[in-house]
């Protein structure tokens, strides 16, 4: 039940929004917990393959289990690897699991961004959104669960248009999903208690917060006990 009041909710209404055919193929950016969640609603709702990104071990891994495609930015060209998943035409479902604060550092837009956001001329890191419109199949669907909370430039509208994608966003509708979703936990096709890594006392909760922060000790999700 826990789940079902954020995370789980989250990634189920971006892949629904990503209206999921049995030919396609589904690319999440980010494996943290929301991201897991839309690996696995993706794979629920039959997609061909899913393909997660993230430089996080274990968050690979996690998603791996649930029937993902892994791929780590840090050791392996995105563009590259997922023009070979789909022989050259690019997914046709991009997911933005990550939203403003994404952390690649090795492309040349995303230290653009770092610098403007230093120099407080943006707020936003999007570089995951401009890798979505470039890599997204023509006619594709490009869902964003992940928070953007201000202004960003350097965005390929041009392509966005152009390539006649479709953008859905937004703050996720818990309520319309909340009904289907327990049934689904009932039934068996789920068991959210995947995500969890750690289970702790109350009193624990600040040293958590900072282990999820560094990523260390390959922590994804902490349940807090009082």
């Not at 030919?23 to 609603?41: I, L, N, Y």
Request: charged letters at 25%; proline letters at 5%.
């Amino acid at each position: 039940m826990l789940f079902l009041g954020d995370i789980f909710p989250t990634g189920w209404q971006a892949a629904v929004q990503c209206d999921i055919q049995p030919t396609d193929t589904v690319v999440v950016w980010g494996a943290g917990p929301v991201g897991q969640f839309c690996v696995r609603s993706a794979v629920l709702l039959g997609a061909k393959q899913v393909v997660v990104i993230d430089n996080v071990p274990e968050r690979l891994s996690m998603a791996e289990a649930g029937g993902a495609i892994a791929i780590n930015f840090d050791n392996e060209s995105v563009l590259s690897r997922l023009k070979d998943l789909t022989n050259g035409k690019g997914p046709e479902k991009c997911i933005d699991a990550v939203g403003l604060e994404a952390h690649a550092t090795r492309s040349l837009d995303s230290m653009y961004d770092r610098v403007k956001q230093a120099m407080m001329l943006e707020s936003d890191r999007a570089h995951v959104l401009r890798e979505m419109i470039y890599v997204c199949r023509p006619a594709g669907v490009l869902s964003i669960p992940g928070v953007y909370g201000g202004l960003v430039d350097k965005i390929p509208v041009g392509a966005l248009m152009n390539k006649g994608l479709t953008v859905r966003t937004g703050q996720t509708h818990v309520n319309r999903w909340t009904d289907d979703l327990l049934r689904r936990i009932e039934e068996g096709q789920i068991d959210p208690s995947f995500v969890i890594t750690h289970t702790v006392g109350l009193d624990q909760g600040p040293e958590m917060y900072k282990t999820f922060r560094d990523k260390q000790d390959g922590c994804v999700k902490v349940i807090l006990k009082p």
